[in-house]
């Protein structure tokens, strides 16, 4: 009897301790998560393939007036506009962040995030790391997350293997991606993308917004 007695004392004990938790924990607000890294880090792989696997995030479509790919299609990877429809979409404050990159200009749209925000999804948004630094400045409560090669030797290899740039823009993009590794300690977190292991990087992203989930102090996202 008395042992019984004692079990139901410490199950007693752990519900109230669940309630008064449950009274003081801060509930956590959608998350606005950057992804960025350098080109041909795997950014979009990542995120198509968490597409696929039905992870419960808004992915927002960045807009570019940059030709597209054989294998890319307009609404999935970019959504691809002409330079002239990119200037309208400034002058009307459409864009979040914008920047020109290699020649060609890139944009996250405004009004898909502040709708997804305010329907309480977490929103994941890739962008180049000129617009990380930008988004910084605008939402500094936003989550940062940086996607790195296990090696620039590595990701060299990644962007022959994929034969959509001369090689020229090879050696600039190579350039630029030892820079864009210096700017790593802008972010809040790194995730390397080993290539062969594009699920653990997933699970890291996953598990990053689980740990951003149970902060004591939430983020709190103002757009």
Known sequence: MAQRSSRSWKRKKKEVSCNHTAQITPVAGPLLIIVSGPSGVGKDAILSLMKEKGYPFEFITTVTTR????N???GVHYHFVSAEKFQAMLKQSGLLEWANVYGNWYGVPKQ???EALAAGRDTIIKVDMQGAATIKKIVPEAVFIFIAPPSIEELLNRLKQRSTESQFDLEVRT?????EMKQVFMFDYIV???GDGIDEAIAQIQ???TAEKCRVNPRRITL
């Open 67 to 70: 030709p597209k790919r054989v």
């Open 175 to 179: 350039r630029a991606a030892e820079g």
């Open 112 to 114: 898909p995030v502040k």
């Open 207 to 209: 598990a990053i917004v």
């Open 72 to 74: 890319e299609r307009d």
């Open 192 to 194: 390397v993308n080993k």
